[in-house]
């Protein structure tokens, strides 16, 4: 069935130094690529998304790039902040029933912790 | 701002009571989404409804089930909670704009529901 992998589970990085996390899918007929962010006790917010027809997308420190041949996709975290720390899904999404519903399917987090 | 709102933050129930979790949205969203988050497991999908009285089996609906009376509202319900089911219940709702469309998933602010 559909899966999306991420890796790691757990990332830890000084202030001021780059994150990377990286998710892979299984279902080829993939085209909607979002990131969320979940800090402790909070509902998961959407941080930036990607559509298959791109191969990369910048948001100020946010960064995604999508290999659709590899069916891999990154989130890149540059200069982070400790308000950075969080939890980041990433999700990719089939669409169904005649593209009515876009149906996610969430890795399974990385906790990530900036040190001051 | 859209706003996903879920009737209780907290909740504690007996093993073999009947569950109701509701959700409600202020946008007209047509697709609406239960969800349960685990540690390590991520977000999995129980059920969807794409429209009022439609609903979806997600990846693991056994033991729920969904009500979708009013566009605005979508109903979880565990009709003989078992302390498997203790867990953090997310709702989500979006608008779809077109066919075949992909657009971010809003989401609540989580249920953490207990079963003793």
């Not at chain 1, 979002?34 to 990607?50: A, C, F, S, T």
């Not at chain 2, 498997?84 to 077109?98: E, H, K, R």
């Amino acid at each position: 069935g559909e899966n999306v992998e991420q890796h790691p589970s757990t990332l830890s990085v000084q202030e001021g130094d780059s994150a990377v996390i990286k998710c892979t899918y299984s279902d080829s007929a993939s085209n909607y690529f979002p990131w969320y962010k979940q800090e402790l006790g909070k509902r998961p917010q959407l941080i930036i998304d990607i559509r298959s027809n791109v191969g990369e997308k910048k948001d100020q420190r946010i960064a995604v790039t999508l290999n659709k041949t590899a069916k891999h996709f990154s989130l890149h975290i540059t200069e982070t902040q400790p308000e950075d720390s969080a939890v980041y899904f990433c999700a990719a999404s089939t669409p169904r029933y005649g593209g009515a519903t876009n149906k996610l399917i969430f890795g399974t987090g990385t906790l990530l912790a900036v040190q001051p | 701002d859209v706003k996903v709102t879920q009737s209780s933050r907290y909740l504690v129930k007996r093993t073999g009571e009947k569950v109701f979790l509701e959700c409600v949205q202020d946008m007209d969203h047509e697709n609406m989404f239960w969800y349960r988050q685990d540690p390590g497991l991520g977000l999995r999908l129980i059920y969807f409804s794409y429209d009022v009285k439609m609903k979806e089996k997600g990846d693991i609906p056994e033991g729920y089930s969904v009500s979708r009376e009013k566009k605005e509202r979508f109903s979880l319900i565990l009709e003989s909670a078992s302390t498997n089911q203790t867990s953090m219940y997310l709702c989500a709702s979006i608008y779809v704009t077109g066919r075949n469309s992909n657009q971010p998933q809003h989401f609540g602010d989580g249920t953490r529901l207990s079963i003793l």
